[in-house]
């Protein structure tokens, strides 16, 4: 079936410092790819996606690219800030026989500090 | 208000007890999904339902039920509570499955 890992965290950066979060999948067919924040006590929003191969996802910052060739889509940002201090899930989205559901990794959890 | 909404947003149950997990949705969304969130496991989806009146199981069903009789609403039941469900429950939806997801506030169910 479907699966997502991604890197294990806690990742602690100072502010401005350069970010990369791996991601690598397995999937069958052609998923769509996500990567959702959630700040603390609140619910997953959805940072970026990417649906099909060599697409780039961005916003507020961040991007990843969806590598066929690798199953990969890993997030990274120039410059981070404490204010992007949260936790960061890849998942990707495919039909899975039962029909189509996202399919979530375990979670990174950054911290920048100042 | 347009989005998700899940009730209650915390819930201390005792061993045993039957409790349901509340959730409505005002975009007319086909796709709804349960997740619960534990440390160390990210997400696990429990059940999804594509439509009214059809639902399936997920990763992790057992000891949970649901039902969609109406469109806008999911609710998930633990028929017996166990410490084992003590958990943050996240519900979501989609209108394809393979686009955004929109996800409500959560539910931290405590089981004593």
């Known amino acids: 079936g479907n699966s997502v890992t991604q890197m294990e965290g806690p990742v602690t950066l100072s502010e401005e410092a350069f970010l990369t979060i791996n991601c690598t999948y397995t999937a069958t067919g052609y998923p769509s790819l996500f990567w959702y924040v959630q700040y603390p006590g609140e619910g997953l929003q959805l940072l970026l996606k990417?649906?099909?191969?060599?697409d780039k996802g961005s916003n507020k910052g961040f991007e990843a690219t969806y590598r066929k060739e690798t199953t990969s889509f890993h997030l990274e940002k120039g410059s981070v800030q404490v204010s992007d201090s949260a936790v960061y899930f890849c998942a990707l989205s495919g039909e899975t026989g039962g029909g189509n559901k996202l399919t979530f990794g375990t979670g990174t959890q950054l911290k920048v500090e100042l | 208000d347009a989005g998700i909404t899940q009730s209650p947003r915390y819930k201390i149950t005792e061993t045993g007890r039957q409790v349901t997990l509340m959730c409505h949705q005002t975009?007319?969304?086909?796709?709804m999904f349960w997740y619960r969130q534990d440390l160390g496991h990210g997400l696990r989806l429990i059940y999804y339902?594509?439509?009214?009146?059809?639902?399936d199981k997920g990763e992790v069903p057992d000891g949970y039920v649901v039902s969609r009789s109406k469109t806008e609403n999911f609710p998930l039941t633990l028929e017996s509570a166990t410490r084992s469900q003590t958990s943050v429950y996240f519900c979501?939806?989609?209108?394809?499955?393979?686009?955004?997801?929109?996800f409500g506030q959560g539910t931290r169910l405590t089981v004593v």
């Open positions: 990417a649906t099909k191969a060599d």
């Open positions: 979501a939806s989609t209108e394809t499955g393979q686009g955004e997801a929109f």
């Open positions: 975009w007319s969304h086909s796709y």
């Open positions: 339902s594509a439509a009214a009146d059809i639902t």
